[in-house]
């Protein structure tokens, strides 16, 4: 066995252990065979706004072996209070970039992809995940992710919030279509916590999918306070074809 065969096997055992101590808490709680797996996913993240963000810091440093941002959008002073990747001096900044470079920063273990431009332009590129998420804030993408999902049998995760309450769904043969009215309506004022809320919500149902746990597929999750301040949270089982 020559030198530096043996070098190489030495390197290689030092990045496990590194490995092993950075997802030691995951890996007590699924095992290292399935943490190891992670490696092999791919995630889209549609929008990278505040669920965007927050799905960035909850997912980002979990394993998962690459992750692709998808916004035109760039960065403006009213989104930092809500949208936590960033802070003052990255207005002007396309958001899609400024998450990547968040991730890498946090996870040396993962790829990260930055596309900024529609989503329509987007699925032109034909590319394949195991999940795509939509972190968009308006029913029109919602609408055409759908569309996409549906035509290429993609399993993907919904996620929308208002004011302070939220909606969360795992879609796999539900339309979300024959749900919702499409139409350009705007969200109104938005709280900070709500969001990091529904998109730790999000999180949770993707990493429990991704480690192949048990996840209830097409039921409507709507979280909302009512006139006491009491958090209620309702199921909705959707029709599926």
């Not at 909850?58 to 949208?83: C, K, M, P, W, Y």
Request: glycine content about 8%.
């Amino acid at each position: 066995m020559s030198t530096s065969f043996i070098n190489l096997l030495k390197v290689n055992k030092v990045l496990d252990n590194e490995i092993n101590e950075y997802f030691n808490r995951q890996i007590k709680l699924w095992g290292e065979d399935t943490q190891n797996s992670l490696q092999n996913k791919k995630v889209a993240i549609i929008g990278s706004g505040g669920l965007g963000c927050t799905l960035a810091i909850a997912l980002g440093a979990s394993g998962i072996g690459e992750f692709t941002f998808v916004d035109f959008d760039t960065v403006g002073v009213h989104n930092i209070h809500r949208q936590i990747g960033f802070k003052v001096g990255d207005d002007g900044k396309y958001k899609a970039e400024v998450l990547k470079e968040l991730m890498e920063s946090r996870c040396p273990y993962v790829k990260v992809n930055a596309f900024t431009q529609s989503f329509d332009e987007f699925a032109k590129k034909d590319l394949t995940f195991d999940l795509i998420i939509d972190a968009t804030d308006n029913l029109p993408t919602r609408a055409a992710i759908n569309e996409y999902c549906m035509k290429n049998n993609q399993p993907w995760i919904y996620g929308s919030v208002e004011e302070f309450h939220g909606q969360v769904c795992f879609f796999e043969k539900a339309s979300y279509e024959a749900i919702f009215q499409i139409n350009d309506r705007k969200p109104n004022g938005i709280a900070c916590p709500i969001v990091m809320h529904i998109g730790s919500l999000q999180a949770n149902l993707a990493i429990r999918y991704l480690t192949g746990l048990s996840v209830k597929k097409d039921i409507l999750y709507y979280l909302s306070f009512d006139k006491d301040g009491i958090l209620e949270t309702k199921k909705f089982n959707l029709p599926t074809k």
